[in-house]
């Protein structure tokens, strides 16, 4: 986060006195029964779509983490009607552009276009989602890339403590995988497997079409009519959330992902959240903002102002359909694994049982009500936060009351969900790095160790 001048904190001043008010929004229902929600908005000739999909990686199946994601990567890739490379021509001609991605809830697809060309691009969306074909010769090199990307992470500590961290925390809970899943699991794929995950995620059930620009919501519901007549999955499964996880997070217990020529410690300590829309979502953020969200705050000034001891400190709350987490991620030499560790907990500790002052909540409040309106500057934010709203039941008023509920939130509040999430039990502390050096830096902290080879999270 950059540092806050005179000038941003003038802008942050002046876009939180404006009034923040979502464009009025149509509903309607296309006879396949996909939700479409359109939202005319000017001045620009442009249109963003969003179809949100309940197949995110949490609808893996048990032995194939990662279908979720390889198979949205898939769906550009042919359809009945064109080849890939007439879909990306079909893309590229307009100046349009289609991507999709996957969360541990959901699969989104996303396009972006001139207005000029929405029928065409809606047209281009229906078909990848309806009939993808998913030639051999392309599942065959997205598998290739897939491993090579595995074989790649290997080199960036960063990417596989945080791998490791995932499956620390939630165990075996659908959450408890990465998103793109693990090389052991992606090495078993056959297409048949895309083909069913399809078959049984990709359905007009509890899908949601955000389309937010310049175009008349009638145009849009009777576009959608016709890009998605006849989507009938008679074999989706029940798009419903990941449950609940007994006992939320694990926590109490320290994982060390041995990596010997590692001369610096990669470091995450976690512990249970909340999860989306949660009453606690305002006093948790402003607090978090002062512990380890923000340049200025408690975990930056100690771990890498006063001590040197990490470029980057940060802390945050995770919050997902059917759960959360909060968690510290940081970085350290080697030699100074236990400092870290301790310097970290030890600051976390101070705000757990005295809460912040009234002058960082205020500082928070004041950088978070300026930052918010940015939800709101361009089609594709507004796109992003109308799904959230529906997805997640936040309510209508979201967006309009957000700046009022943050600044309802008092000291009393703040030091409750201090003593509530800020790991009034031990957490779970997961290190990658040399384990015969790391190891007795931590035994102090008498919790159980665990040490594993980093190939483990290839």
Avoid: C
Avoid at 7 to 29: F, G, M, W
Avoid at 209 to 237: N, Y
């Amino acid at each position: 986060m950059a540092p806050r001048t005179r000038a941003t904190a003038k802008k942050e001043k002046s876009a939180a006195s404006r009034p923040l008010k979502l464009p009025t929004v149509t509903e309607t229902t296309t006879s396949s029964g996909l939700t479409v929600l359109a939202a005319e908005r000017g001045p620009l000739p442009l249109v963003s779509m969003r179809l949100v999909l309940r197949a995110g990686s949490s609808t893996d199946p048990k032995d194939k983490h990662g279908l979720a994601d390889f198979t949205v990567r898939l769906l550009r890739r042919g359809t009945a009607k064109m080849r890939a490379d007439e879909i990306d021509e079909a893309i590229e001609f307009v100046g349009a552009s289609v991507a999709g991605g996957v969360s541990e809830d959901l699969m989104s697809i996303y396009v972006t276009t001139p207005a000029e060309h929405f029928a065409a691009m809606l047209s281009v969306l229906g078909q990848l989602v309806r009939e993808p074909t998913f030639p051999e010769k392309e599942f065959d090199l997205a598998k290739d890339r897939a491993l090579a990307q595995f074989a790649n992470d290997l080199d960036d500590p960063s990417t596989i403590a945080d791998r490791a961290f995932t499956r620390a925390q939630w165990g075996d809970h659908p959450y408890g995988h990465d998103v793109g899943g693990s090389a052991s699991h992606v090495r078993t794929f056959i297409r048949e497997d895309v083909v069913r995950f399809h078959r049984e995620r990709v359905g007009p059930k509890g899908a949601l079409l955000v389309v937010v620009g310049a175009v008349k919501p009638e145009v849009v519901a009777a576009e959608a009519e016709k890009a998605f007549a006849g989507w009938s999955q008679t074999d989706q499964l029940d798009p419903s959330p990941a449950p609940a996880a007994e006992g939320g997070v694990q926590a109490g217990r320290i994982l060390i992902v041995d990596k010997p020529d590692q001369t610096q410690s990669q470091v995450r300590i976690g512990g249970p959240g909340y999860p989306l829309g949660h009453p606690d979502y305002f006093a948790a953020t402003a607090m978090n903002i002062a512990l380890g969200g923000g340049f200025t705050s408690r975990l930056v000034n100690e771990v890498r102002v006063e001590r040197g001891l990490s470029y980057g400190v940060s802390s945050y709350f995770d919050a997902m359909s059917v759960g959360g987490a909060f968690a510290i991620s940081t970085f350290t030499k080697t030699e100074s694994t236990r400092e870290i560790v301790d310097v970290s907990l030890g600051e976390v500790a101070k705000v757990r049982k005295g809460g912040i002052t009234p002058k960082e909540l205020k500082s928070a409040q004041t950088y978070l009500a300026g930052l918010y309106p940015m939800r709101t500057e361009t089609n594709d934010s507004v796109a992003s936060v109308l799904a959230d709203i529906r997805v997640y039941g936040l309510g209508d008023d979201w967006v309009e009351k957000f700046r009022d509920r943050l600044r309802a939130v008092t000291p009393k509040q703040v030091k409750a969900v201090s003593a509530k999430y800020l790991f009034p039990k031990p957490p779970a502390i997961v290190v990658l790095g040399k384990a015969s050096e790391v190891e007795k830096q931590l035994k102090h902290l008498k919790l159980p160790i665990t040490v594993v080879p980093v190939s483990e999270y290839e």
